[in-house]
């Protein structure tokens, strides 16, 4: 990748972060470190049906796309239509649908299927806090038994409101990010009795 498509990106980037903070929720685009961390948590290599919610600047959109079988689909949402078109014009693969939607609404798209894998970077705790419980309660609904839902964040506050709705929540600590980020690996929802 040459450097000027990575300023690129990195100016949208920002440019999305000064005009909706609460959405981007970070100051600097995430570590490719940090993106293959999370996607390490989970098996990538065996998923039908991934979805990504918070495409950015597409560098999670891209790793899952290398990972991924041939026959996988991936559906990515994105509520700022300017990134969205910039990762469109850069990742053209058949296996890739792009969604100019908020990812609350990604029952829509899914066509009555589940998820084997639901990558996450929305920024959690400066969401709305309807919103973030909407989006928590669908990943939980959405997901496939034996999926996983990957979550990165800024912020250990979403710990607690992971693990009231999965049985199972893996932890890691991403410190060469910025900032450092906190990478979640939740499985199989919670039950009354606990597993």
Same mark, same amino acid.
């Given at each position: ?7 690129? #990106? ?21 570590? &490719? ?5 999370? $996607? ?10 991934? =979805? ?32 969205? #078109?910039?990762?469109?014009? !850069? ?16 029952? !829509? ?17 400066? $969401? ?9 309660? =669908? *990943?939980?609904? =959405?997901?496939?038994?034996?999926? *996983? ?14 693990? &009231? #709705?999965?049985?199972?929540? /893996? &932890? /890691? ?16 929802? &919670? ?5």
């Amino acid at each position: 990748m040459g450097a000027g498509l990575d300023l690129t #990106r990195r100016a949208l980037f920002v440019r999305a972060m000064i005009s909706s903070p609460r959405q981007v929720g970070a100051v600097w685009p995430t570590s &490719r470190r940090a993106v293959r961390g999370l $996607l390490d948590m989970a098996d990538l290599g065996g998923a039908r049906t991934v =979805l990504e919610f918070g495409v950015g600047t597409g560098v999670y959109t891209a790793e899952i796309l290398h990972r991924v079988p041939p026959d996988a689909r991936v559906l990515g949402f994105e509520v700022d239509g300017r990134l969205l #078109r910039a990762v469109a014009a !850069r990742l053209r693969d058949p296996r890739l649908t792009l969604v100019n939607d908020s990812a609350e609404h990604a029952e !829509r798209y899914l066509r009555g299927g589940a998820a084997d894998v639901i990558v996450s970077s929305l920024p959690f705790t400066t $969401l709305p806090a309807a919103t973030r419980e909407a989006i928590l309660d =669908l *990943s939980c609904r =959405l997901l496939d038994p034996g999926g *996983s839902f990957l979550v990165l964040q800024y912020s250990p506050a979403v710990l607690g409101e992971l693990q &009231r #709705r999965f049985g199972r929540v /893996r &932890r /890691r600590l991403c410190l060469p990010n910025l900032p450092p980020a906190f990478l979640f690996a939740c499985e199989g929802p &919670r039950t009354e009795g606990g597993w």
